[in-house]
């Protein structure tokens, strides 16, 4: 086998801008145990740099050093005998350290199972591995649609690739949830999956036919695709909707002089100049 190089204190501590003060802090907490070398000195394993890092990042994140010290310290009591805490991944959503195994998230200062990304704890104490494993298995598959568009809302914070899966898993168990189409296809058309984005925002339409957000983005949508009539036809429908929306007159205003028709143009031009006076 291939030996594993060790590191003193002030070595680690360079490496990973932190103080020797703080990494020895981090000893003392009891989640970080390296070695002693001839000196008693503390010899620190990679597995040890790993973990350092992590502490690092934390703090990087703003979580109080305190609060990282006690968060690792709990978590090495959490975890079954003999896996390290390398065998988990460590992070951060809003202001909670929250860890991640092959089965599950949980917070670790507080010892509660969490549904990903959902926020609601679902027990006082961190669960056997196997019986968290099966239980949050069977939460996950009984979500419904309305849960999964609030998960997709709540990930386009922290995640947009994830928050397009919840949408389209929305979708999945309600083809008709206009909202999730409207909001997974503003996330395609962002990233120039415009085409996609258009038919996601006709089917809003199709659901929920006054829907004056999935008429506007679908202007832009057309607008993108180099079909300004087309685009014109979708903000004059989400003007029928919400007559007083400054940025569809805009963007008609702006179509309108593209096709030629000036006098619409001027039109709507004036509309938008009335409405952004009153404001």
Known sequence: ???????????????????????????????????????????????????LRTARALMDAQIPPRRVRRALSRLRDQLPSGVPL?????????????????????NPESGQVQLDFFGHAASSEVEPLDERRNRLQRAWNELDAAEWFDIGLELERLSLGEATDAYRRCLELDPANADACVNLGRLLHDRGEVPEAEDLYRRALGSTPGHVTAAFNLGIALEDLDRPREAADAYQLALRGEPTLVDAHFNLARVYERLGDRVSAFRHMRSYKDLTERR
């Open 1 to 51: 086998m291939t030996p594993v190089t060790e590191r003193s204190t002030r070595d680690v501590a360079e490496l990973l801008g932190l103080s020797v003060a703080q990494v020895r802090s981090y000893v003392r907490a009891g989640f970080l145990r390296p070695q002693r070398g001839p000196g008693r000195e503390f010899r620190f394993s990679f597995q040890d740099m790993a973990l």
């Open 86 to 106: 390398s065998a988990v991944s460590i992070g951060v959503i809003g202001n909670h350290i929250l860890v991640r195994d092959e089965s599950a998230l949980w």
